[in-house]
């Protein structure tokens, strides 16, 4: 007890310190996945997309992002086999681990899993540094089985949006008519897919419970004004003949880049609601725990403070303002061609699935399910669209990813103890 009595205000410091930069690399790497599709797809500028998820990411992260933190904090080490100083040095290394491996992912253009990078690190931390018996590994294994589900079921989702803008659009007698005809109804889904998540799960931390009919009807309204947003902006679109000389779909695609404004702010939304947690959960683990004076039963208990949650949001922001343009060129460019009709669904395959993985507080990784997304629209174009080496490298960085954040975990976990113990 004498290491949070003697440093407690050092250990909080350093602590916020290494959860910034966590949630900096974050921003840096996984919030460019979620822009990637908008820019490839040329439906928004580097800057438009990094404006949008300013202001959708911090919404997410602060209004939706308490059930997955929660998970984070207490779901994956046991807090009656480890010790309140081991599990503040353990979470501080978790922390500095993951956002060292972000960053030295990001600056080679890799989309990794910040997911991935955290779990790895505190498992590293509990079961070297402490015991194997500290870590939780009835609940480790939901969250893995998540990494193979959420891809495929978000490629599926990404692979039928896309079917049916073929079906209802593209392949018909007058594509642009029809575009304008079913491109508010996927506005309307894009609308009320945030909306339910945010009133089931996320607005209880303000003040704000409402029961399952009132969010229904709430989440329908969100969804209605989205669309009746959308058709006013619809409205202002006619057709671009000399364009559609060159491309025959340019218009089309033009009707799919204001819907695509609307699924990157609900991917930013998604993101934010869920992989704040990645940066603030550790950090919350640690607050909980210095503010009870080193009871951990009372640190496991003690609610996400909204201050913690405010770090986490504004370092992912600038994250993703001052280092996310790398990643987002690997996502947007390099593994299939995307045009707004085709991001547009991988976009709102992955919100959807990260959304409804996020309501029932599981830590999905966001990079998965969007690659996921954008593999499943390359198929449904055919293999021959896909460009497997990037594809390659990109899963080579997935599978390096965990033991990377679980090695450098027990590195800094034992410089830290030597310091300080």
């Known amino acids: 007890m004498s290491l949070i009595a003697d440093y407690g205000l050092v250990l909080l410091l350093l602590a916020c310190l290494f959860g910034f930069f966590m949630a900096w690399g974050v921003g840096a790497n996984d919030v460019a996945n979620a822009m990637g599709t908008s820019v490839g797809s040329k439906a928004l500028t580097i800057k438009q997309a990094i404006m949008i998820a300013m202001v959708f990411e911090f919404a997410g992260a602060y209004l939706a992002g308490g059930e997955v933190t929660e998970t984070i904090k207490n779901g994956i080490v046991d807090a009656t086999m480890i010790t309140p100083d081991l599990m503040v040095l353990g979470m501080m290394s978790a922390l500095l681990a993951a956002g060292t491996w972000l960053l030295i992912a990001t600056s080679r253009g890799w989309p990794v899993s910040t997911t991935h990078s955290i779990v790895g690190a505190v498992i590293g931390f509990a079961a070297v540094g402490v015991s194997m018996e500290a870590v939780q590994w009835s609940a480790v294994g939901p969250i893995v089985a998540s990494w193979v589900v959420t891809p495929v079921l978000s490629g599926l989702v990404a692979f ?220 449904a174009r055919g293999i021959g669209a896909l460009n497997l080496g990037v594809i390659g490298s990109i899963f080579m960085s997935w599978i390096i990813t965990l033991p990377a954040g679980a090695g450098l975990s027990i590195i800094f976990f034992f410089i830290l103890r030597g310091i300080f113990l």
């Open 160 to 379: 039928g949006l896309f079917m049916s803008v073929q079906k209802l659009i593209i392949n018909t007698d007058n594509p642009f008519l029809n575009a304008k005809r079913f491109v508010p109804l996927y506005m309307f889904a894009t609308g009320f897919m945030v909306a339910i998540m945010t009133l089931t799960k996320g607005l209880k931390h303000i003040g704000l419970d409402l029961n399952g009919n009132q969010s229904l009807l709430l989440a329908a309204g969100v969804g209605a004004l989205v669309m009746l947003l959308g058709i006013a902006l619809l409205s202002r679109i006619t057709i671009d003949e000399e364009a559609d000389k060159e491309f025959h779909y340019a218009s089309v695609e033009k009707v799919f880049a204001v819907l695509m404004v609307f699924t990157a702010c609900a991917m930013a939304f998604a993101h934010g609601a869920n992989d704040v947690a990645n940066a603030v959960g550790p950090l919350a683990a640690i607050v909980g725990v210095i503010q009870s004076g080193g009871d951990l039963s009372i640190g496991a208990k003690s609610a996400v403070p909204g201050w913690v949650l405010l770090l986490g949001a504004v370092g992912i922001v600038i994250g993703l303002a001052t280092y996310g343009y790398k990643v987002i060129a690997t996502i947007g460019k390099e593994i299939t061609e995307l045009t707004p009709s085709r991001g547009f669904a991988a976009e709102l395959a992955t919100a959807s699935t990260v959304v409804g993985a996020s309501a029932i507080g599981l830590p999905v990784s966001t990079t998965h399910t969007l690659v996921g997304a954008v593999l499943g629209i390359g198929i």
